[in-house]
Each structure stands twice: as structure tokens, then as C-alpha cells.
């Protein structure tokens, strides 16, 4: 009998929980029918914001991979003191809450900010600048880059590298040759998780970068300019959202449950399924 | 042939390996797991970097530590085969062997028996094949010096029998020197013709096979080798028992199938001893005098003739068991080993 009860909480909860998480996904749909949806597409709000947030989040991504990477790298493979520490410094911004974060940034590169000053001197102004959305993209997504692509060079067998030095490679052709296409399918999924991430910054990017069309309005930002004036194209740019974002979501689930380097222990990202 | 001359000390976890030997030929490390037999090889691959001391291929040193020489190991011709064989899982069988060197692909999968599965992706392939791919890439390398971490000790039994016979005629067919570990006497003396026996860091003991067997040095070195070894050759095949001819002439009794020249394994605790012939073809039978008597525990360690018995302290009393006296010592076909030497 308790068994029973237990049971029917247990599912009742689910329930409601699940009910939760889908309705507001729903609801964008159900308000407005999709031709009209796909109409309000066309309208310049939305391509200027399209076109500004694929522009800052490409830039942004291309960063996080370029400077990322090493240091992941540097992080998995090094025992050195301080390390501890700079893992935590590097996941910082993820649970520093966003306002911070754009308070932080205008504190740093702003007009009368720490390098800002200096910028300044040479002719840069950051704040409110495309640049500005590149730098708060980058700031909030790089951390789950990182953290993940941490992970996925430390679950490299050592001996795999040991054996490619006593194969006569050098550590940078082992590092390209052995390391990273081992490491590859946990980079990759640690880019979509820091590329959904930074297309849907807005707390540090308005503070930042200010809400300019067509020069700093990313699609978040489009959907609070527009919610008041227009909510149907505010809905619009929603759709647009959840059907990149859910895309991005598959496409990390395809690379995760696409491993081709088995290995005898479970990978920490094995998929549910 | 080339000599690999290592004279080292490395500073591990719980101890210090200090290793000191000359690898010509075939030479095994033999001891208990956490030995320090694994770090000695990865010493001398350039993988752990001695705390002093040399390690020198003809003359060409490798590492000098008082001349502050330690190359990495990308700089060392040396060809390590890993314990888990440690092949590249994203690359093809052809991959990872063209990876130590291109030039003999072709023909080291020829030699090893793995063309037809140059496409193949190493975890497609067996205990036995992957062993064979580990080889072959380690060779593609054009080693000075060949290192083996454990070469059977990955694979069940059933392969493992086949594979130690492969892996004797290739080293018997190298012009190389060659550095074996492994934790089983038996593979050791199987592989090698010189075996040093290595507890917490140390090397206790280095020498042939009978060496070890006749003359441990310590109690470890003979608690480790424990087996009698006897050399002969195998003379015929008769009702499923192989017939062995010792040095000696005697002739011995085995379960086991082997051809030309093999090792009689007996261990000590197979062997009774006696006073009386006893006339039984299950029984191998070895007469001689009572060389020496050791207490062992609760047990005597009997020489007999070329062979060590162990019986309990108290058949010894009753057999009135003294040096000089002449007994008979028997061990039965089945309890009989043979290892093709």
C-alpha cells in the first residue's frame, strides 16, 4: 500500500515537473500561427539581430577555441602549484551572476575602466561596441568550453602519449596527431555547450554593450526591445531561439553518443539513451 | 650486437630503484608487482628521468646525469611495447604501425601476419593480434633497443601458450638487445637466457635460469624461481605423455606436448621422496644423494640429485633422511611441466 502511494507521488511529480519545463516552449508556438511566425522572420528587427549575434557569437567562439584550448590543455596535463586555483578562477564567471559579469567587463575595458583608460588613449573605445557583445559572449561561454575540454584531454590515456614520444614524435606532433583527435568529440561538446551559451547572453551584453540595433542588439536582446512594442515578432525571435537552440542540443547529442575511441571505462558524457 | 648499459637510480613512491646491468642479448626483469619493473623500463625509454646515474646504448649516452645529458624520449632509438600495448585507438592497424616509421610498413605487416588486417581498427583485433601490431609499430621505429612491459601478462592463457612461442623466435632471431618484464618466472626463463630478479627497487640476483633455480642468492630469489629446472630434449610422443631425455640420460615423464630442446619444470612440492624404487610408468623416478636438507617452516627442502623436494618434517624424520644417504625421488607425469627452452 505504501509502495502504491509512493509510486503515484513519484509520478505525479514527474508530471508536473515535466508539464513545467515544456508549456513555455509550447506556449511560443501556440500564440501565434507558424506562417505568421515565419513572416515576422523577415523583418528587419529580426535580421539585424540575426546577423549581429551570429556575427559576435562566431568571433566569440573563435576566441574561446583559440585561447581555450591551450590553456585546457596546460590545466590537464600539468601537476603545478596554484592549479586548484586556477580551475576555480576559470569557472567563476559561470556562476557569477550576469549584471556582475557586465559590471566587471565596463569595470575592466569601459571608458574609465582598468585597461580601458588605455585604450582609450590609443583611439579604442570597447564599451558599446560590437566588440563589447564579442567580449561578454566570450566571458560567460568560455567557462563551460574550458571545464569540459579540461575533462576530455585528462581522460587521454597517458600511455597513448608516452607511446607516440617513444615512437619518435615530439610533444607538438603528438599533441595533433594523438592528443586532440582523442580529446576531439569532448572539445566538440564542450564548444556547442559554450555556443548555445554565448548566443543567449544578454545580462552582461546590455550592461556592456548597450542594446543598439544592428550593431549591439544580439537575438536576446531584440526579444526584450520588442516585447512591449511588438510581441508577435517577439514570439517570432523566440521560435527562431528554441529551434537553434534545440538543434544545438541534438547536435551535442550526436557527438557524445558518437565516440570513435571506445574506451573500457564509461565516459563521463555517455549518453542516457 | 649492440649493448645497452644502464646504471641508475630513480626515486619511486616507497622506495628507490637502483638498476645496474648490461642487456646484450635477451635479458628478463622478473618480481612481484610494484617491483619497480615497470619504472625501469619507462627510465630507460625516456619516460622517467633518473635521479643520477647512466644509461648508454654503444657508447651513445642517453642519459648522463653528472653531464647533464637526459634526452627525450622522442631522441632515443628505442622501441617500448607497453603492457596494454597502448595502441592509437583512432587509428587503422597500418596507422599505428606507419606511426613509428614508414619506410618498412609493408613488411613488418608481413612479418607479424597482420596485412590482412591493416584497415582494422585496434579494438576490431585480439589479445594476440594486438600484441603482434604492438610489435610491429615498435619495430617500424628502427629501435637500438627493444623493451617489453608485461608482453604476455594481457592475454588469457589459452593465448598466451602461443604467443610466448612467437615472441621467443623473435628474439632469438634479434640482432637487438632486449629488456623483458614480467612478474612470471615461468614466461621469464621461457624469453630470456639472462633473468635478474628485482624486489622493492633492487636487483637481487642476475643470471642464467639454472643460476637462479641452483644457486638463489637469497631466500626471495628462490621462494620466486621455486621450480626445479631440468634441460633436456624431447626424444617421443606415446599414449598422450612426451618423452624427455636429460643431459644426464635419464628419462622423464610428461602430460605436456613439446618437440627439440625443452625445460623440465618440477616444483619442489611435486616431488616426494623415498627410500624404496617404485615401479609405476605415472611416476617419474630420480635416483641420487641426499645433497642437502633445509628447514623450510614446517617442511625440508630435500636436494636430490639434480632436483629440490619438499616433504613434511615429518616423513623426513621417518625416511631418516641425512646427507650422503641414496634415495629416490618421484613426481608424477601430470605434475610435470615442459617449457621449450
Known amino acids: 500500500m505504501r509502495r502504491r502511494l509512493l509510486a503515484v507521488l513519484f509520478l505525479g511529480a514527474s508530471a508536473v515537473a515535466l508539464l513545467f519545463l515544456v508549456l513555455p516552449v509550447v506556449a511560443i508556438f501556440a500564440r501565434v500561427p507558424p506562417s505568421r511566425l515565419l513572416h515576422q522572420l523577415s523583418t528587419p528587427v529580426v535580421t539585424d539581430a540575426l546577423v549581429v549575434s551570429f556575427k559576435t557569437t562566431a568571433i566569440a567562439q573563435a576566441l574561446i577555441l583559440l585561447f581555450g584550448t591551450p590553456l585546457a590543455y596546460l590545466v590537464a596535463s600539468r601537476r603545478f602549484r596554484g592549479r586548484a586555483l586556477v580551475v576555480t578562477l576559470v569557472e567563476l564567471p559561470l556562476v557569477l551572476p550576469p549584471a556582475v559579469a557586465g559590471l566587471g567587463l565596463l569595470a575592466a575595458f569601459g571608458r574609465m575602466g582598468l585597461l580601458g583608460s588605455t585604450f582609450g588613449g590609443l583611439g579604442l573605445h570597447i564599451s558599446f561596441t560590437q566588440t563589447a557583445v564579442t567580449l561578454a559572449v566570450a566571458f560567460v561561454a568560455s567557462p563551460l568550453y574550458i571545464r569540459t575540454a579540461i575533462a576530455a584531454f585528462e581522460a587521454v590515456d597517458p600511455d597513448l602519449v608516452a607511446a607516440s614520444r617513444t615512437l619518435g614524435a615530439g610533444s607538438t606532433r603528438t599533441f595533433f596527431r594523438v592528443v586532440l583527435p582523442l580529446a576531439g568529440n569532448g572539445l566538440a561538446a564542450g564548444e556547442a555547450l559554450a555556443f548555445a551559451r554565448g548566443l543567449g547572453e544578454f545580462g552582461a551584453t546590455i550592461m556592456f554593450a548597450g542594446s543598439l540595433q544592428g550593431v549591439t542588439r544580439t537575438l536576446p536582446l531584440a526579444i526584450y526591445a520588442e516585447f512591449s512594442v511588438n510581441f508577435d515578432v517577439a514570439l517570432a525571435l523566440g521560435a527562431l531561439l528554441v529551434a537553434i537552440s534545440a538543434a544545438l542540443l541534438l547536435t551535442l547529442r550526436l557527438i557524445l553518443s558518437w565516440r570513435p575511441s571506445p574506451r573500457t571505462s564509461p565516459s563521463l558524457f555517455a549518453p542516457s539513451t | ?341
Not at chain 2, 634526452?71 to 606507419?98: C, I, K, M, T, W
Not at chain 2, 618437440?259 to 617404485?278: I, K, L, M, T
Open chain 2, 1 to 341: 650486437m649492440a649493448t645497452l648499459s644502464a646504471d641508475f637510480a630513480l626515486p619511486l613512491r616507497s622506495f628507490d630503484l637502483r638498476l645496474a646491468l648490461d642487456v646484450e642479448r635477451t635479458v628478463a626483469l622478473v618480481g612481484p608487482s610494484g617491483a619497480g619493473k615497470s619504472s625501469a623500463l619507462r627510465a630507460i625509454a625516456g619516460l622517467l628521468r633518473p635521479a643520477e646515474g647512466r644509461i648508454a646504448l654503444d657508447g651513445e649516452a642517453w642519459v648522463d646525469v653528472a653531464r647533464g645529458v637526459c634526452l627525450e624520449a622522442d631522441e632515443r632509438r628505442v622501441g617500448l611495447v607497453f603492457q596494454d600495448y597502448a595502441l592509437f585507438p583512432h587509428l587503422s592497424v597500418r596507422a599505428n604501425v606507419a606511426y613509428g616509421g614508414r619506410e618498412r610498413v609493408d613488411e613488418l605487416l608481413e612479418r607479424f601476419r597482420i596485412s590482412h588486417l591493416a584497415k582494422a581498427r585496434p579494438r576490431e583485433l585480439s589479445g594476440g593480434e594486438r600484441q603482434r601490431v604492438a610489435l610491429a609499430r615498435a619495430l617500424a621505429r628502427d629501435p637500438g633497443v627493444l623493451l617489453l612491459d608485461e608482453p604476455l601478462a594481457a592475454l588469457d592463457a589459452h593465448t598466451k601458450a602461443g604467443v610466448r612461442v612467437e615472441l621467443q623466435e623473435l628474439l632469438a632471431g634479434f640482432e637487438l638487445p632486449a629488456l623483458i618484464v614480467t612478474h612470471d618466472y615461468e614466461d621469464a626463463v621461457a624469453l630470456a637466457g639472462t633473468v635478474g630478479v628485482l624486489v622493492d627497487g633492487e636487483l637481487r640476483q642476475l643470471g642464467s635460469p639454472e643460476e637462479l633455480v641452483a644457486e638463489p642468492r637469497d631466500p626471495f630469489v628462490a621462494s620466486f624461481t621455486g621450480a626445479n629446472l631440468l634441460r633436456g630434449r624431447a626424444v617421443g610422443h606415446e599414449n598422450g605423455l612426451t618423452t624427455v631425455r636429460l643431459e644426464s640420460g635419464e628419462l622423464l615423464y610428461s602430460t605436456d606436448g613439446a618437440d627439440g630442446e625443452v625445460g623440465v619444470v618440477v616444483y619442489p612440492w611435486d616431488v616426494s621422496v623415498g627410500r624404496a624404487y617404485v615401479d609405476d610408468s605415472a611416476l617419474n623416478l630420480v635416483s641420487g644423494e641426499v645433497g642437502s636438507l633445509v628447514q623450510v617452516g614446517n617442511r625440508v627442502r630435500v636436494r636430490v640429485g639434480p632436483l629440490t623436494a619438499e616433504v613434511t618434517g615429518a616423513s623426513a624424520e621417518r625416511l631418516e633422511l641425512a646427507r650422503g644417504g641414496t634415495v629416490f625421488a618421484s613426481f608424477k607425469a601430470t605434475g610435470t611441466r615442459l617449457v621449450p627452452l
